[in-house]
């Protein structure tokens, strides 16, 4: 038989996390551990808030599959019992752990993946005035690739400042910008054109989800990206022609099974890929990590803005490390 233990641990911010949507101060993850005989899995999620999800209905949704989770419920069995978000990807990292350790592998040579190296990730700055940005680029700038968080007041002709100030700060890096839907109604290829000048390589959702249709015949310089527009496999037809790229994040896919059958759907589609994640700690970027080593930009950086857990990931320089059969898969 198997066991499940569901928890919510809080994550301080390493300052504040700013986005068009607000601050955060700290995060609450929630962790599922099941147990079989001598081996243990977890996974750990991150409640989608701009869908009305809290830890607290993650948590409980996670609970609820604890008879299905005992007798015996595989991964492919969530994906009917339960839709994608937090919850599925918390279990079904957790048995993909689980799985892994009872084989006596890892989840790599389950998926069939390469060996590892370190990985490039993106560092994100948090939306703020064009001078603390600047500064907060400043702090970072041997960085190669730096996200940043736009979006704020003033819309996409203060976004350009913001970016400018970022980039001056910053010259050498490359650059991913996040709009987080804000530039509804305006001229986006105009906008894109401007950041292609300051070495912006990806614009993440620039119109909110579900109005993806304005961007209908722009002809963006710059490749646009599918964030909140974009959860699993089912989200990929209305996105095509409209966006170049998605961002696939497991909470947002509902877990390592789907995520990695959203990347060849993509790829079936001529989509590229980018794989983000929400805020976290090293125990659910680890098996994000399988599916960064298969995009084109990858945005580990979760660990990094928060208090950490012990023996979390390494970091160095610009890169991540793969992720010890100790922390996960």
Known sequence: M?????????????GAFIIARGAKTHVDVVTATI????NSGRGEATAIYYHGETAESVAAAASAQADAIASGASRADLLALMPPGAARNALDCALWDLEAKAAATSVRELLGLPAFRPLLTAFTISLGTPAAMADAAAAVRGRELIKVKLGGE???????????????AAPDARFIVDANEAWGGTDIACTAAALAALNVELI?????????????????????????SCHDRASLD????????????????????????????????????????????????APAFHIAVQSEFADLDGPLLIEDRPGGLRFEHSDVWPPSPELWG
Do not use: W
């Not at 147990?35 to 001598?38: E, S």
């Not at 989800?209 to 002809?219: E, M």
């Not at 059958?261 to 589609?269: I, N, P």
């Open 2 to 14: 198997r066991s499940l233990h569901v928890a919510i641990d809080r994550l301080p911010v390493r």
């Open 35 to 38: 147990a079989q005989g001598p």
């Open 154 to 168: 003033g819309g996409p002709a203060a976004d350009i400042e913001r970016m400018a100030a970022v980039r001056a």
């Open 238 to 285: 209305a996105i095509i022609g409209r966006y170049r790229f998605i961002n696939i994040k497991l909470d947002k896919s509902g877990g390592l099974t789907e995520a990695h059958a959203l990347v060849h759907a993509a790829r079936q589609r001529g989509l590229g890929v980018m794989t983000g994640c929400m805020l976290g700690s090293s125990l659910a970027i």
């Open 204 to 228: 993440e959702q620039p119109v909110p989800a579900g109005q993806d249709a304005q961007l209908d015949g722009v002809n963006s310089p710059v490749p646009l990206c599918a964030d909140e």
